[in-house]
């Protein structure tokens, strides 16, 4: 009888030890957010990386840049793959997110498109030039405007139209969100687009640029995650197949040629 009893309590505590089915499945599934281009694409080429290491992963389409970060805040994703640096600072600092970046992934220019004209020098006066409206690609935005001659603007990181000190052109300056930009070709003398939705309205941007961003931009896109999350090994493996050989060539022979550089 007491060795039954003691069998039993060996086996009650294996229990409280050991994760539960679910549990341990839990921790083998990724939930990744991303914008389709480029990031999907990246994405889909880490993905059988993962599944080599067992992991089950799931990708989301998001087609804005509000909605992945609530997601992961929130727990809706594992982690998310979109944004750059100062723009997730923005974010972290006026939303009050409890998330952090934890790879380097790729630089995407920002360029200046027109159907009006084909060089920034042809630009007329009093033209309507729309850029992206949330703070940072707004002011970087107005950082590539001013580096191709047309505005210049005051010293600092969050500028705005307001601090722009010279404007020869008397340009217009209409600010919208971002993935509504390519739209706006049709009523605008220019526009500046994020790569990502130049590309899926089917513009090149090596090709169609008018003008374009340094390849040095300090903008680098990056895998985002809860910081409690940081430590995970699901999230190692995820920064590490994000970071393999094999998202570097697909970037340098796929993407480069489009306008898009690794940061790794």
Same mark, same amino acid.
């Given at each position: 009888m007491q060795l039954i009893r003691r069998i039993?309590?060996?086996?009650?505590?294996?229990?409280?030890?050991?994760?539960?089915?679910?549990? #341990?499945?839990?921790?083998?599934?990724?939930?990744?957010?991303?914008t389709p281009f480029p990031h999907g694409e990246i994405v889909k080429v880490a993905v059988p990386l993962l599944e080599k290491?067992?992991?089950a992963v799931e990708i989301k389409e998001f087609n804005d840049y509000v909605t992945p970060n609530i997601a992961l805040n929130d727990g809706s994703l594992t982690a998310n793959f979109f944004q750059h640096i100062p723009y997730?600072?923005?974010?972290?600092?006026?939303?009050?997110?409890?998330?952090?970046?934890v790879a380097k992934v790729h630089i995407e220019p920002l360029g200046i498109y027109s159907? &009006?004209?084909?060089?920034?020098?042809d630009i007329p006066?009093? #033209?309507?030039?729309?850029?992206?409206?949330?703070?940072?690609?707004?002011a970087r935005a107005l950082r590539v405007?001013?580096?191709?001659?047309?505005?210049?603007?005051?010293?600092?990181?969050?500028?705005?139209?307001?601090?722009?000190?010279?404007?020869?052109k008397n340009i217009k300056i209409v600010e919208l969100e971002a993935a509504q930009l390519p739209r706006t070709l049709d009523d605008t003398s220019a526009?500046?687009?994020?790569?990502?939705?130049?590309?899926? #309205?089917?513009?090149?941007?090596?090709?169609d640029a008018i003008a374009i961003e340094d390849k040095d931009s300090p903008y680098a896109n990056v895998l985002v995650v809860r910081k409690a999350d940081i430590e995970k090994p699901a999230i190692k493996a995820?920064?590490?197949?994000?970071?393999?050989?094999?998202?570097?060539?697909?970037?340098?022979?796929?993407?480069?040629? &489009?306008?898009i550089v690794a940061a790794f």
């Open positions: 039993l309590f060996i086996a009650l505590t294996l229990l409280v030890f050991i994760p539960s089915g679910s549990q #341990a499945a839990d921790d083998k599934k990724i939930v990744i957010g991303v290491e067992g992991y997730l600072d923005d974010q972290v600092k006026n939303q009050k997110y409890d998330i952090a970046w159907k &009006k004209v084909k060089a920034v020098g006066d009093g #033209a309507t030039v729309a850029v992206p409206n949330d703070p940072t690609n707004n405007l001013e580096k191709a001659g047309l505005i210049k603007v005051k010293p600092g990181e969050l500028v705005t139209a307001r601090d722009i000190t010279d404007n020869p526009s500046v687009i994020n790569t990502n939705f130049a590309v899926e #309205a089917g513009l090149n941007p090596a090709k995820l920064a590490k197949a994000l970071g393999s050989p094999e998202v570097k060539n697909f970037i340098d022979t796929e993407l480069t040629p &489009k306008g």
